[in-house]
């Protein structure tokens, strides 16, 4: 679809009255302006593609939370690059980071559908040190100690961290 910057001219109603009061000169450059008018194409939507980057979460308290991630699921703290206090950031791998955010004091509600997942590939491994740490987990119908069984195969248990956010653990797919 072409849409045109400038409408055209219904010439046949002006040029009489400009033949009285303008040149010749002047005429063609009127008779060529409509022709200078550039099309405008109607644009598609420009294809891109996006990345996850990072997940952020309000917490109460920015060091139990740090404590927590980096004893429980074994994240690395790196760099906060806002450089503001009561935020830390822990790594999620592939450049992918989780932000703990303390600064937030309005109510957060949690339910279980809103979570973050992570797969392992030791899967018993990690169910070991949740019963050594004796952190609770559940499967999604909230089953204690129970370790639910996909259709697919995988596994997958959950829990929360100090704040009540849902972490889901899972299995990684058996190729």
Same mark, same amino acid.
């Given at each position: 679809?072409?849409?045109?910057?400038?409408?055209?001219?219904?010439?046949?109603?002006?040029?009489?009255?400009?033949?009285?009061?303008?040149?010749?000169?002047?005429?063609?450059?009127?008779?060529?302006?409509?022709?200078?008018?550039?099309?405008?194409?109607?644009?598609?939507?420009?294809?891109?593609?996006?990345?996850?980057?990072?997940n952020a979460i309000s917490v109460?308290?920015?060091?139990?939370?740090?404590?927590?991630?980096?004893?429980?699921?074994? $994240?690395?703290? @790196?760099?906060? /690059?806002?450089?503001?206090?009561?935020?830390?950031?822990?790594?999620?791998? &592939? #450049?992918?980071?989780?932000?703990?955010?303390?600064?937030?004091?309005?109510?957060?509600?949690?339910?279980?559908?809103?979570?973050?997942?992570?797969?392992?590939?030791?899967?018993?491994n990690f169910i070991n040190v949740?019963?050594?740490?004796?952190?609770?987990?559940?499967?999604?119908?909230?089953? $204690?100690?129970? @370790?639910?069984? /996909?259709?697919?195969?995988?596994?997958?248990?959950?829990?929360?961290?100090? &704040? #009540?956010?849902?972490?889901?653990?899972?299995?990684?797919?058996?190729?």
């Amino acid at each position: 679809m072409v849409n045109y910057q400038c409408k055209l001219i219904e010439l046949h109603y002006i040029i009489p009255f400009y033949l009285k009061k303008y040149t010749m000169k002047k005429i063609g450059f009127l008779l060529l302006f409509p022709l200078s008018c550039s099309p405008i194409w109607a644009q598609e939507a420009t294809s891109f593609s996006l990345t996850l980057n990072h997940n952020a979460i309000s917490v109460k308290d920015v060091n139990r939370s740090v404590l927590f991630y980096k004893n429980v699921l074994h $994240l690395q703290e @790196i760099t906060n /690059r806002t450089e503001k206090e009561g935020i830390r950031w822990m790594s999620l791998g &592939d #450049g992918k980071e989780l932000h703990l955010i303390s600064t937030i004091k309005e109510p957060v509600v949690i339910n279980k559908a809103v979570h973050i997942a992570f797969t392992t590939p030791a899967f018993d491994n990690f169910i070991n040190v949740l019963n050594e740490k004796k952190i609770i987990y559940s499967d999604w119908a909230g089953t $204690l100690n129970k @370790i639910s069984l /996909r259709a697919d195969g995988i596994q997958q248990v959950y829990i929360q961290d100090p &704040d #009540g956010y849902w972490i889901e653990i899972n299995s990684a797919e058996k190729k």
